[in-house]
């Protein structure tokens, strides 16, 4: 959509392949920042479907629990359904002219002299730019001979009838109370066809930040299941992985690039619905550009994705799952529960607003009062 928005007579030219028929359900919490549905706004596109407002987070450590609240009445984000959510946003693409085929797995790629021809399951399609948008799985990735990732990890989530200790339904809960965990526990309000739930999960990085715990993350789920009064074994655990996004790793060459997980998310808390919206938002412009000048090389993809929004948070994010799951780890607990102008900075940003600089000043500064109480 962001590319023909850049160019709208590529419409007609551009095809979206997906193997799945939608509405489908896609294992993910559904938390999304405001700032995905801005940039969305920014090119006419609203995503009407059912949503939990939220307007605050709040997080446990082993110390406390704090519950920070944005002021004002704009909610930062919301909660939503990917089963609804995603089917939404390939309508809204349809509309727009895009030729969208569902139902179509792509089993193979080709390169041949003027470009390149996928061998899908419904027949092959020919295309001049492939962009591999197929998750954490990618089968483009591979095709391309990219490993893995440097950064991976795994999710597991489950919902559940709400409980009388879960925080007001506009917040968003991390629970950082298992030390020993490269990751963290979550509870996020949800609606489940039509029933108010929580979504409740544990997510670690099992490779990018030293050894993984030894307690799977299921049994980790189960444990946060049982202290809440929940019996685990009456509930099916959805489990997936996820890929942070190694920066300095390529993700593109010669006519194909990735984006979305297929590139990479931020791999701190797993955030990438907000992250694969502002991939596209990077490359509608880029891709068009290069479709101008009859330029299928791509070979300045990984420093435009550098250069773009969604690059510079997911480098930063990349350089800090050391902090906060390695040694650093007692400094980012005592940092997260002390500093209200960190959560506030954080809320600000994820709802795609300006971040006041007076916050992030007195972030900093909570900062090196975190790190000097934790040397004392
Ligand atoms: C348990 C869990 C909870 C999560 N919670 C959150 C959250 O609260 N907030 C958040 O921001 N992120 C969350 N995430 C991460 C988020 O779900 C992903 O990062 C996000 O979906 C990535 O979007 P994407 O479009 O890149 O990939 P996907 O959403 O995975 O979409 C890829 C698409 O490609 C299609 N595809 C794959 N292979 C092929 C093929 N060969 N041919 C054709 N089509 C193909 C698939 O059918 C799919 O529709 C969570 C992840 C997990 C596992």
Redesign the pocket.
């Known amino acids: 959509m962001f590319l023909c928005a850049a160019d709208p007579q590529l419409s007609e030219r551009t095809i979206i392949?997906?193997?799945?028929r939608f509405p489908?359900d896609?294992?993910?919490?559904?938390?999304?920042?405001d700032r995905a549905m801005r940039a969305l706004a920014s090119i006419g596109v609203e995503v009407n479907v059912a949503k939990v407002a939220i307007q605050a987070l709040s997080v446990s450590t082993q110390e406390t629990t704090r519950r920070y609240v944005m002021p004002g009445p704009t909610p930062i984000g919301r909660?939503i359904r990917?089963r609804e959510f995603?089917a939404a946003v390939l309508d809204a693409a349809a509309q727009r002219g895009v030729c969208v085929r569902t139902g179509?797995?792509?089993?193979g790629i080709a390169r041949r002299p003027q470009g390149l021809t996928l061998q899908?399951s419904e027949g092959e399609v020919s295309a001049s730019l492939v962009v591999g948008?197929?998750?954490?799985?990618?089968?483009v990735r591979r095709w391309l001979h990219l490993p893995q990732g440097l950064l991976y990890a795994q999710?597991?989530?489950v919902d559940t009838p709400i409980h009388p200790s879960d925080p007001p339904r506009d917040t968003l809960h991390f629970d950082l109370t298992a030390t020993t965990m490269r990751g963290y526990g979550?509870d996020?309000p949800t609606i489940v066809e039509g029933q108010p739930m929580v979504c409740r999960?544990v997510?670690e990085l099992v490779r990018g930040a030293g050894q993984a715990s030894e307690m799977d993350v299921a049994d980790r789920l189960s444990e946060r299941l049982r202290d809440r009064g929940f019996n685990p074994d009456s509930y099916r655990f959805?489990?997936?992985?996820?890929r942070g996004l190694a920066i300095h790793e390529p993700y593109g060459c010669d006519r194909v690039v990735l984006?979305?997980?297929?590139a990479g998310?931020d791999p701190v808390l797993?955030?990438?619905?907000?992250?694969?919206i502002l991939?596209g938002q990077a490359i509608g412009p880029y891709l068009a550009r290069a479709v101008a000048d009859r330029n299928f090389s791509l070979g300045g993809y990984e420093t435009a994705i550098r250069g773009s929004r969604v690059g510079l948070d997911l480098s930063i994010r990349g350089r800090l799952p050391r902090l906060f799951y390695g040694r650093g780890r007692p400094i980012a607990e005592r940092w997260l529960s002390h500093s209200p102008s960190l959560a506030l900075a954080g809320m600000h940003y994820f709802a795609g607003q300006r971040v006041p600089r007076a916050k992030l000043a007195r972030a900093s500064l909570d900062l090196i009062a975190a790190t000097l109480a934790s040397v004392r």
């Open positions: 392949l997906d193997k799945a489908r896609k294992i993910c919490a559904g938390a999304v920042g909660v990917r995603d179509v797995r792509v089993k899908t948008a197929d998750g954490v799985g990618s089968f999710a597991v989530e979550w996020f999960g997510y959805k489990r997936f992985a996820e984006a979305g997980e297929a998310i797993g955030e990438g619905i907000a992250q694969a991939y």
